[in-house]
């Protein structure tokens, strides 16, 4: 007869208090790259061990525990991860059957180090890679010995998850210009996370603000009503809220763009390529705000570089989905470059694309933009601005792109002056063009008017018979030898005109057919052109005043004629008619 007869059961209360972990260190594997450096455990445990049945036991925890001061490095000594306090609250945690049931778990202060390597690889993906490794070459059974059975996989369940007072430091050298920065101030509520991964992850809020110097601040990021379905591939949000932003992006001389690199983007997009299959993802967003947006595009390739600020930037979205089929809206509004500003209205649907919207600029201004072309004309814009009001369409057709615009473009106030003669070169109050339809597939153009008010113009003849017009644009070094030898027949003067050169001209295909371009009227008023004559001897100027005028059925289509008008004043005071 049995000395212990019916069910066994024993129960052990464990309670530590402050147990530095430092101290097992020397115990952790040499294989695994990791290096425990701190860490006090505080527990409140209860231990019970059961026979269920004939041979069948349990051994269950259950209680709390509590890491504090945390601190765990790679083997190098680059440090890891490290928070204040992480409390767990576990309710069943059956150690012989792997079945662990956790209540809660709460971490505070969290300090998360993560840093990419120039070659792009991620500390965090390389030490998780080295410490799965370490278990499988455990598992490799010697020849001589039969293989053992895996250890059937734990099952576990956390109905909870607070993340509070986080910190990651990023550093990411794989980018032109390193980003060195942090994302500060993360909370996160996370609901039920079992180990299958079937069931919907509910995360009902998740902010941040992120420092990354002079190149990228976020005042606040919040992602609320989240519900992520990694089975069912598929990421359904609420909301979305950020303002206070910063950014600063630059192109250097070299041409390249240094940009930063997103911490959470990039951690996020490595996360997903370890867990992701082939099967697309679904992803959609309730509402989107944005606030207080600031961009300063520096594009140092020109001379001067090129400097573009957007700030007072808002946009509001809603219902945005990758699904096909769905439709969402997007209103947005901004100043461009102190003076101006852009609004711009409508619906958007992402898959297959499709969009219309309601743009809308007022008076931006065209000097940021001078040093793109300043180097190929010999005119300097002093003044100038853009104004437009249309729609926007655009749609994407298996593979092929079709965008129209319809609506007016505003030119005005606008002054040009002649670098080489030194003198006002061209001025008007509006260039406006009215019932634009414009088409990329096929391209085409046509314009109801054009309409150019208040206008003045210089003509110059040069001494050498040259009109100032015909160097607006700078020629290249061909071209200037060949005036140059104009002006100096005695002049010897070579251009290069290798046989494989004009061998590619002969057999260079037909050109294309023009552009359709269709005007259909133009009109002219208040109009003053001033030339000058200083080819002839003595030099004179004379002034073409109240300008006006139409020009019908413009086009540039073959065999088209347009229909002409012209009148002016002579020296204020012969009338002169075309």
Same mark, same amino acid.
């Given at each position: 007869?049995?000395?212990?007869? $019916?069910?066994?059961?024993?129960?052990?209360?464990?309670?530590?208090?402050?147990?530095?972990?430092?101290?097992?260190?020397?115990?952790?594997?040499?294989?695994?790259?990791?290096?425990?450096?701190?860490?006090?455990?505080?527990?409140?445990? =209860?231990?019970?061990?059961?026979?269920?049945?004939?041979?069948? *036991?349990?051994?269950?925890?259950?209680?709390?525990?509590?890491?504090?001061? *945390?601190?765990?490095?790679?083997?190098?000594?680059?440090?890891?991860?490290?928070?204040?306090?992480?409390?767990?609250?576990?309710?069943?945690?059956?150690?012989?059957? =792997?079945?662990?049931?956790?209540?809660?778990?709460?971490?505070?202060?969290?300090?998360?180090?993560?840093? /990419?390597?120039?070659?792009?690889?991620?500390?965090?993906?390389?030490?998780?890679?080295?410490?799965?490794?370490?278990?499988?070459?455990?598992?490799?059974?010697?020849?001589?010995?039969?293989?053992?059975?895996?250890?059937?996989?734990?099952?576990?369940?956390?109905?909870?998850?607070?993340?509070?007072?986080?910190?990651?430091?990023?550093?990411?050298?794989?980018?032109?210009?390193?980003?060195?920065?942090?994302?500060?101030?993360?909370?996160?509520?996370?609901?039920?996370?079992?180990?299958?991964?079937?069931?919907?992850?509910?995360?009902?809020?998740?902010?941040?603000?992120?420092?990354?110097?002079?190149?990228?601040?976020?005042?606040?990021?919040?992602?609320?009503?989240?519900?992520?379905?990694?089975?069912?591939?598929?990421?359904?949000?609420?909301?979305? $809220?950020?303002?206070?932003?910063?950014?600063?992006?630059?192109?250097?001389?070299?041409?390249?763009?240094?940009?930063?690199?997103?911490?959470?983007?990039?951690?996020?997009?490595?996360?997903?390529?370890?867990?992701?299959?082939?099967?697309?993802?679904?992803?959609?967003?309730?509402?989107?705000?944005?606030?207080?947006?600031?961009?300063?595009?520096?594009?140092?390739?020109?001379?001067?570089?090129?400097?573009?600020?957007?700030?007072?930037?808002?946009?509001?979205?809603?219902?945005?989905?990758?699904?096909?089929?769905?439709?969402?809206? /997007?209103?947005?509004?901004?100043?461009?470059?102190?003076?101006?500003?852009?609004?711009?209205?409508?619906?958007?649907?992402?898959?297959?694309?499709?969009?219309?919207?309601?743009?809308?600029?007022?008076?931006?201004?065209?000097?940021?933009?001078?040093?793109?072309?300043?180097?190929?004309?010999?005119?300097?814009?002093?003044? $100038?601005?853009?104004?437009?009001?249309?729609?926007?369409?655009?749609?994407?057709?298996?593979?092929?792109?079709?965008?129209?615009?319809?609506?007016?473009?505003?030119?005005?106030?606008?002054?040009?002056?002649?670098?080489?003669?030194?003198?006002?070169?061209?001025?008007?109050?509006?260039?406006?063009?009215?019932?634009?339809?414009?088409?990329?597939?096929?391209?085409?153009?046509?314009?109801?008017?054009?309409?150019?008010?208040?206008?003045?113009? =210089?003509?110059?003849?040069?001494?050498?018979?040259?009109?100032?017009?015909?160097?607006?644009? =700078?020629?290249?070094?061909?071209?200037?030898?060949?005036?140059?030898?104009?002006?100096?027949?005695?002049?010897?003067?070579?251009?290069?005109?290798?046989?494989?050169?004009?061998?590619?001209?002969?057999?260079?295909?037909?050109?294309?057919?023009?552009?359709?371009?269709?005007?259909?009227?133009?009109?002219?008023?208040?109009?003053?052109?001033?030339?000058?004559?200083?080819?002839?001897?003595?030099?004179?100027?004379?002034?073409?005043?109240?300008?006006?005028?139409?020009?019908?059925?413009?086009?540039?289509?073959?065999?088209?004629?347009?229909?002409?008008?012209?009148?002016?004043?002579?020296?204020?005071?012969?009338?002169?008619?075309?």
């Amino acid at each position: 007869k049995e000395i212990f007869e $019916g069910e066994l059961e024993s129960e052990l209360n464990l309670d530590l208090d402050r147990l530095d972990l430092a101290g097992f260190q020397p115990y952790v594997p040499s294989s695994l790259p990791l290096r425990l450096k701190g860490g006090l455990l505080d527990t409140e445990l =209860r231990v019970v061990f059961k026979e269920l049945s004939e041979k069948v *036991f349990s051994l269950t925890v259950v209680g709390s525990a509590h890491v504090s001061d *945390f601190d765990l490095a790679e083997a190098s000594g680059a440090p890891l991860l490290g928070w204040k306090r992480l409390d767990v609250d576990i309710a069943n945690a059956d150690l012989i059957n =792997r079945r662990f049931a956790v209540q809660r778990v709460l971490l505070d202060g969290m300090d998360a180090y993560v840093a /990419v390597s120039k070659q792009g690889e991620m500390n965090w993906v390389r030490v998780l890679d080295q410490v799965a490794a370490v278990p499988a070459a455990a598992d490799k059974a010697p020849a001589d010995k039969p293989a053992v059975a895996p250890a059937k996989a734990p099952v576990w369940a956390i109905d909870e998850i607070r993340l509070s007072n986080g910190k990651m430091h990023w550093q990411d050298e794989s980018t032109e210009r390193p980003t060195v920065g942090d994302v500060l101030d993360i909370n996160a509520v996370v609901g039920k996370v079992d180990g299958k991964l079937v069931e919907p992850i509910e995360v009902s809020e998740v902010s941040y603000r992120v420092d990354l110097g002079d190149r990228a601040k976020i005042g606040s990021m919040a992602v609320k009503g989240m519900r992520l379905d990694l089975a069912g591939h598929r990421v359904d949000i609420a909301e979305v $809220g950020t303002n206070e932003i910063r950014l600063l992006l630059v192109r250097n001389k070299e041409g390249k763009i240094e940009w930063v690199s997103s911490p959470v983007l990039k951690t996020v997009r490595t996360a997903g390529k370890e867990l992701s299959d082939e099967r697309p993802w679904i992803a959609n967003v309730g509402k989107v705000a944005v606030s207080d947006l600031l961009l300063r595009v520096e594009d140092q390739t020109t001379k001067p570089a090129a400097v573009q600020v957007i700030d007072g930037f808002s946009l509001t979205a809603e219902n945005l989905s990758t699904e096909s089929g769905k439709k969402g809206s /997007v209103l947005l509004k901004s100043r461009i470059n102190q003076k101006g500003s852009l609004k711009v209205d409508g619906s958007v649907q992402l898959v297959p694309l499709q969009t219309t919207l309601k743009v809308e600029t007022q008076a931006i201004p065209l000097l940021p933009l001078q040093p793109y072309f300043t180097d190929f004309l010999n005119i300097e814009l002093t003044r $100038g601005q853009v104004s437009n009001s249309g729609e926007v369409t655009a749609q994407m057709d298996k593979d092929v792109l079709s965008a129209s615009y319809k609506g007016s473009l505003t030119l005005g106030d606008l002054i040009a002056v002649d670098k080489v003669n030194n003198a006002d070169f061209l001025k008007w109050k509006s260039l406006y063009l009215g019932g634009i339809d414009f088409r990329l597939q096929p391209m085409a153009v046509n314009v109801g008017e054009v309409a150019l008010t208040d206008f003045y113009s =210089r003509l110059i003849l040069s001494k050498e018979g040259r009109l100032n017009l015909q160097d607006i644009v =700078r020629t290249s070094q061909a071209s200037a030898a060949k005036d140059a030898a104009a002006k100096d027949p005695g002049a010897s003067v070579q251009v290069a005109n290798p046989p494989a050169a004009a061998k590619v001209a002969e057999t260079a295909p037909a050109a294309k057919a023009a552009l359709p371009i269709k005007i259909g009227k133009i009109t002219l008023q208040g109009g003053t052109v001033n030339f000058s004559d200083f080819f002839v001897k003595p030099n004179y100027t004379v002034n073409v005043t109240k300008v006006a005028g139409r020009v019908n059925g413009l086009s540039s289509a073959a065999d088209t004629v347009a229909d002409l008008e012209l009148r002016g004043s002579y020296a204020n005071s012969a009338p002169v008619q075309v």
